[in-house]
């Protein structure tokens, strides 16, 4: 890739272009980034969390400006822009306020008395590569925390919103952050590469693909890097019974359909029991079936394009793969006619092994849905996932869908609910989805070094 670029997905339009960064440019980032540190580390917590609290201000400020440039530069309708500004207001206040509490010492209760006590440092400059999926909430997952404890960010968008990035880095120095503690930089990925070499570079966080992360782990690894890696996901919706399907099917739709599908936590695969399985199958359908496209720049569209038409070309290719293979195509299966990377919402059934569908992430509006006789069969196909990340039950018996998602292979479950968000729950996979956790208090429990300081009794 030679320019980062802005295409607006609901037409195909290329709206703005922008250079990658040359080596000067790099070089004098990294300076800018690790002298930053030398001074925010040493600045008092209460005044990170100061300047964080006025970011957290900004973006509710600018929350429809924001969200009018991710609608056109990743296709996400207005209303769910909004959503994500206000959630991304949300993290930055719950770290300028919870902050300090997590960073106070922790005293230990040693034998031979004496004091020990474990104090929580920053370690450096960190690396940021982020997606274009949510622009502005998966930078706030890993900077908010990060610039809370000390920590200073070089940051890497996504190639697809570069305005966005752009915006990000305005309001970090809107809201007052000194010069070189957060940096924008348009990388290709030999200079990603490089810059995770770096020895002024202590970390690097990743939420993207699995390709991605397998590359980025490489390097770190190599350079004895501290690494982060949010990746894909397959989530199961397991339906175990319901005392009201209509509502059981409308989440079910919710979790699937969100930002067009293109959410690594969206429920991907609809595990239901036999009894229930084809009136499942025939109300999710009929929801599917409703859903219409329009533009995202309109307030009443829930349903946008997808992030580029590659995205929903590699969709459809998914998607032709299982019905060519065998499984039931229920509705949808194709691009959208007219201009815009849309996909028609997509139900598949009768997926079996072999078939992409049933192995691969599907990231965008298409659903599978399998039949199983009972909890065991649910639980082992919802294992069966490379992928660990989130997962679904719902029963009315609560306490069966808790037994049921203590054995789930995963690093989040929901019971009676789809995947939610919120700054104060840890977020993070296992398996093929990743390393480390996000958000909450882990989220300052990644990029830190947990500092032992030792006074023995006399």
């Known amino acids: 890739m030679t320019a980062y670029k802005t295409v607006n997905p609901a037409t195909g339009e290329t709206l703005k272009e922008f250079p990658l960064a040359t080596a000067a440019e790099v070089e004098h980032a990294l300076a800018a980034s ?17 300047v964080i609290a006025r970011v957290a201000e900004l973006y509710r ?59 929580s440092a920053p370690v450096g400059p960190l690396l940021g590569i982020m997606p274009w999926n949510y622009p502005y909430y998966q930078v706030a997952r890993f900077a908010a925390p990060n610039l809370v404890l000390g920590n200073t960010i070089l940051l890497k968008h996504a190639g697809s919103c570069p ?44 939420t993207g ?29 397991i339906v175990l019974d319901s005392d009201d399907l209509d509502a059981t099917v409308k989440a079910a739709v919710s979790g699937r359909m969100g930002n067009a599908g293109q959410a690594c936590t ?23 079936s409703a859903i219409k496209p329009g533009d995202p720049l309109l307030a009443e569209t829930r349903f946008g394009p997808l992030s580029s ?23 949808g299966g194709h691009h959208v006619e007219g201009p815009g990377a849309y996909v028609e919402p997509t139900v598949l059934t009768n997926v079996t092994p072999g078939m992409r569908a049933f192995s691969e992430e599907l990231f965008g509006p298409a659903a599978v849905i399998y039949k199983v006789a009972g909890v065991e069969e649910a639980i082992e196909l919802a294992n069966g996932s490379p992928y660990g990340l989130g997962g679904a039950v719902f029963s009315a018996d609560a306490e069966k869908a808790k037994d049921v998602a203590d054995r789930l292979d995963t690093g989040m479950v ?8 919120q700054a104060d729950l840890p977020f993070g996979g296992v398996k093929r989805s990743g390393v480390g956790r996000e958000l909450a ?3 300052m429990d990644e990029f830190v070094n947990k500092k032992l300081i030792r006074t023995p009794a006399k």
């Open 61 to 119: 400020e600018r929350r429809d400006e924001l969200a009018r440039l991710i609608a056109t530069e990743m296709g996400k309708p207005l209303a769910q822009s909004r959503g994500e500004v206000g959630l991304v207001a949300d993290i930055y206040d719950y770290y300028a306020e919870e902050g300090p509490a997590f960073l106070k010492d922790e005293v230990l209760d040693v034998k031979g008395g004496g004091e020990a006590v474990v104090r």
């Open 414 to 421: 929901f019971i009676n609910s789809v995947a939610e968000t």
């Open 163 to 206: 305005q966005s990035a752009l915006a990000i880095e305005q309001i970090f120095k809107d809201a007052g952050l000194p010069e070189g503690a957060y940096i924008n930089l348009f990388l290709s990925n030999d200079q990603v590469a490089e810059v995770i070499a770096d020895d002024r570079v202590q970390g690097v966080s990743l």
């Open 209 to 237: 693909s699995e390709r991605a992360g397998s590359a980025v782990a490489e390097v770190a690894g190599r350079n004895l890097k501290k690494y982060v890696l949010e990746l894909g996901g397959s989530d199961p919706f």
């Open 441 to 443: 208090r882990f989220g």
């Open 266 to 288: 969206a429920s991907k695969r609809f595990i239901v029991v036999e009894d229930l399985y084809e009136a499942f199958v025939e109300k999710f359908t009929a929801r599917m």
């Open 34 to 50: 690790k002298a930053a540190f030398d001074d925010w580390q040493a600045a008092p917590v209460e005044a990170r969390t100061k």
């Open 309 to 331: 038409q590659s995205a929903a070309d590699g969709l459809i290719e998914q998607i032709q793969d299982a019905v060519d293979k065998g499984a039931t195509l229920r509705t």
